[in-house]
């Protein structure tokens, strides 16, 4: 199968503690992405980092990215309870048009 | 204004009929993409149409056909509906070029009875 595994499934945190997701992917890629889902809506796009890069920053959010190891990381600082979604990875496959997403993580942060 | 949006919301229908999904996009992007995410969160790719060109075509059964009337538009007809095609679908777009994100719709749930 060519999706990305994600770990872990699922988390539970306290609001105000950190949150680290993982992402792992099997072929070269462009890009990696993640996104997150509140229940019943479509995906947002949170944060996307190249091939060429190694660590990006967008307000809380921390995303790395290690090519020899085929991961990412996605770190939440300061996680609220609005950050409460499933986050799921999406990888830009090189030479193609196609993303391949991860399993997902169901982050819940309780107040 | 809504980017990506996708009608209808709720699909409630019998099995062996047919039906149309219809997604719409006012972004100026040049791909659109439908994906199935089933009762797990597995969001597959189906389909991707580049500038009105199919692209991507997942080894879906020929009873699902998407049509691209022009790069703003990507729907989705399935014929012959099965228990197993329950599930929520999404329509995406994104400009190819220059490494841009996807955009998604909020997509429509399809219930078969």
């Known amino acids: 199968s060519q999706q990305g595994e994600e770990d872990p499934q699922a988390l539970s945190i306290q609001e105000g503690e950190n949150a680290t997701m993982n992402c792992s992917y099997k072929?070269?890629?462009?890009?990696l992405q993640w996104y997150r889902q509140n229940s019943g809506r479509g995906l947002v796009h949170l944060i996307l980092?190249?091939?060429?890069?190694r660590e990006k920053h967008s307000g809380r959010l921390r995303v790395t990215l290690d090519t020899s190891k085929k991961s990412s990381s996605l770190l939440i600082t300061a996680s609220r309870a609005a950050d409460t979604a499933s986050y799921f990875c999406?990888?830009?496959?090189?030479?193609?048009?196609?993303?391949?997403f991860g399993t997902g993580t169901r982050l819940k942060v309780l107040a | 204004d809504t980017a990506v949006s996708q009608t209808p919301k709720y699909l409630v229908t019998q099995m062996g009929n047919d039906k149309s999904i219809k997604c719409e996009q006012n972004?100026?992007?040049?791909?659109m993409y439908w994906y199935k995410q089933d009762s797990k969160k597995f969001l597959k790719i189906m389909f991707s149409?580049?500038?009105?060109?199919?692209?991507i075509n997942e080894t879906v059964p020929n009873r699902f056909s998407p049509k691209s009337p022009d790069k703003a538009h990507l729907n989705l007809h399935i014929n012959s509906l099965e228990l197993g095609d329950s599930a929520v679908y999404f329509c995406?777009?994104?400009?190819?070029?220059?490494?841009?994100?996807?955009?998604f719709g909020d997509g429509t749930r399809l219930s078969i009875l």
């Open positions: 995406a777009s994104s400009q190819r070029t220059g490494n841009q994100p996807q955009h």
């Open positions: 072929t070269s890629i462009n890009n």
């Open positions: 980092i190249r091939s060429n890069e």
């Open positions: 999406a990888t830009d496959i090189s030479g193609t048009y196609k993303y391949i």
């Open positions: 972004l100026g992007h040049d791909t």
């Open positions: 149409y580049n500038n009105k060109e199919l692209i």
